[in-house]
């Protein structure tokens, strides 16, 4: 059984800049899609970003566009979110995601099956 774990997140006052690692380990199988999720209090779990060899481009939130890239490492297993320009309401816990195959919109919670626990990212006035 494999697993995902998120690392980098922490306090940092707006306009400022945090870098998020996800860290793939068990899996036998390839996970063409990896995603980053974010979900506030009292808010549903949205799409931020998301990268595949299904895609030419990477694609992006709205919200996010511009500011935040994804990544991933000279290794198969280690995907990044570079955070930039960042704003109060960016706070949230981020969510590392990935799926074997999917179909439809991307940036579709219900499309992905393997989740991390989420790292808590507080962006400060």
């Known amino acids: 059984q494999g697993q995902l774990v998120e690392s980098g997140g922490g306090s940092v006052q707006a306009g400022g800049s945090l870098r998020l690692s996800c860290t793939a380990s068990?899996?036998?199988?390839?996970?063409?899609?990896l995603a980053w999720f974010r979900e506030a209090p009292g808010k549903e779990r949205e799409g931020v970003a998301v990268m595949s060899i299904g895609l030419s481009t990477p694609v992006y939130a709205e919200s996010v566009r511009g500011r935040f890239t994804i990544s991933r490492g000279n290794t198969s297993q280690m995907m990044y979110l570079q955070m930039n320009s960042l704003k109060p309401e960016d706070t949230a816990m981020y969510y590392c995601?990935?799926?074997?195959?999917?179909?439809?919109?991307?940036?579709?919670?219900?499309?992905?099956?393997?989740w991390g626990q989420g790292t808590q990212v507080t962006v400060s006035s």
């Open positions: 995601a990935a799926a074997n195959s999917l179909s439809g919109w991307v940036l579709d919670r219900s499309k992905y099956h393997y």
């Open positions: 068990g899996y036998t199988g390839r996970l063409y899609w």
